[in-house]
């Protein structure tokens, strides 16, 4: 409420939104504890929607999710998915390579202070030529397959890991899979997009530096 | 930042001083309740039976009586302010007043008018406290609450002063111990300063709260050793100079800003 007050807001829409905010953040059953009270995840939670009393055009938030579990991270990302759809700019900064992935239509990349990349979401990713899938196998494999431009490798009897270009297809793999009588039951990428870009973006930034 | 939101920040300033205040009653209210009492009992009762009257009509008790109330208003202000600006500062709330678009003014003027109101509140009550013992009545009360309101937005300023140069927690409680209380006790709270010897006679006409304690004492008893025209004077001179300087700091940010 105070801090409504001192960008002029009157104390009438200060309470309205206090308690829009606090209800879309979770916090609105410790709307009159002290805030000292509140554990790390909430406090970080508070500092949003404090910020927000004011509804401003440029919002930066410095690692907001960072410490807080799944559900309350899920529904932060809600939040600032909202108010960024209802007009106010968001500049995150995180460690989280998913939660830039999930929530940044920009993005840029800073390392040992320098920006190194600096770009749409979209182009970044369009960047990304190898990706590594993991598959889980139905059955205990004997010898490896092998496809063209696919690299394959073992993890486990029953787990493959393949490393190919964005330009091969996934069906050549899978046909070949087929043909050598390997059930695929599950696939994920080894590691989430963005966090492949990144370490090869930061690779390449120290080789050049080195 | 318009009128209105100019209005409404110092507004929630001002407020939230006062909540502080009243939810740390008994750190604010209370101690110079009792204080003022021993006083009372002590120095009026006790001692001040055996001075004799100090002006014709005027006992010693009703005397000090003024000085007391002068002296709790002036040490109330001075501590409301900063102590609640040098937390605001400590916490790093102070950082969430600059970035806002409050201009300087307000937030000085929201700290101090919750410094005065703490000085009218503590007044007040050591007032009330005074008719237990005295018969003291309002002889002037234009001039009592004009001396009170000057007294204490001159202390919230110096206060503020403090609080801005202050580092640490010492730094807050350093100046009202080796300044403050000295300057009070020899304000003429407790003695008439024409009765005392050259040079300390003269000494004290350089301290500000004698001026504030006699104006102070006309306007409850209808005596004083100060020209009332000449107390004002110096009351509005350091409310001014004192005011100035304040914004000053505020604006180049002096121990507020790295």
């Given at each position: 409420m105070n801090q409504a007050g001192f960008y002029g807001v009157p104390r009438k829409i200060a309470a309205e939104r206090a308690e829009k905010y606090l209800k879309e953040l979770a916090l609105w059953d410790k709307a009159?504890?002290?805030?000292?009270?509140?554990s790390g995840g909430m406090k970080r939670r508070l500092m949003i929607a404090r910020a927000m009393m004011n509804e401003p055009k440029l919002l930066i938030l410095d690692?907001?999710?960072?410490?807080?579990?799944i559900e309350i991270r899920r529904t932060m990302w809600k939040f600032i998915q909202g108010i960024n759809a209802a007009g106010t700019t968001v500049i995150l900064t995180t460690h989280y390579l998913e939660e830039a992935e999930q929530l940044c239509r920009n993005i840029a990349i800073i390392d040992h202070g320098r920006i190194i990349e600096n770009t749409a979401m979209r182009n970044l990713l369009g960047k990304l030529d190898v990706e590594t899938f993991v598959l889980d196998l139905a059955n205990p494999v004997g010898d490896l397959p092998t496809v063209d431009g696919v690299k394959i490798s073992k993890v486990d009897e029953r787990t493959l890991e393949a490393e190919m270009s964005?330009?091969?297809?996934l069906n050549s793999l899978f046909a070949a899979l087929s043909a050598r009588g390997i059930t695929v039951v599950s696939m994920r990428n080894k590691a989430n997009r963005l966090e492949e870009l990144f370490v090869r973006l930061i690779e390449a930034n120290d080789k050049v530096a080195a | 930042m318009n009128s209105t939101g100019t209005l409404i920040a110092l507004g929630t300033l001002v407020r939230r001083e006062i909540t502080r205040i009243l939810r740390i009653w008994s750190q604010t209210l209370l101690p110079p309740a009792i204080t003022m009492t021993l006083y009372f009992l002590i120095f009026g009762k006790l001692i001040g039976s055996r001075v004799g009257e100090m002006a014709p009509g005027i006992s010693y008790i009703e005397y000090i009586a003024p000085g007391l109330v002068m002296m709790s208003v002036i040490q109330n202000a001075y501590g409301n302010i900063s102590s609640s600006f040098f937390g605001a500062k400590f916490q790093r709330f102070v950082e969430e007043m600059l970035v806002s678009p409050m201009p300087g003014w307000t937030i000085l003027g929201g700290y101090v008018a919750g410094a005065v109101t703490r000085g009218f509140m503590v007044g007040v009550i050591v007032l009330g406290i005074s008719m237990f013992f005295t018969n003291i009545h309002l002889y002037h009360p234009l001039v009592t609450l004009t001396t009170f309101v000057l007294a204490a937005v001159i202390f919230a300023l110096l206060g503020f002063v403090n609080a801005i140069f202050a580092r640490k927690f010492d730094d807050v409680a350093i100046i009202p111990t080796f300044v403050l209380t000295p300057l009070t006790y020899l304000g003429g709270v407790f003695y008439n300063?024409?009765?005392?010897?050259s040079p300390w006679k003269e000494v004290s006409y350089a301290n500000p709260i004698l001026y504030m304690v006699n104006a102070f004492r006309y306007g409850l008893l209808?005596?004083?050793?100060?020209d009332l025209a000449w107390s004002y004077a110096v009351m509005v001179g350091f409310v001014v100079v004192f005011g100035a300087f304040c914004l000053i700091l505020l604006k180049r940010g002096v121990g507020l800003r790295s």
């Open positions: 009159f504890h002290v805030s000292r009270t509140l690692e907001p999710t960072a410490g807080v579990d964005r330009a091969h297809d | 300063v024409a009765q005392l010897p209808g005596t004083s050793e100060i």
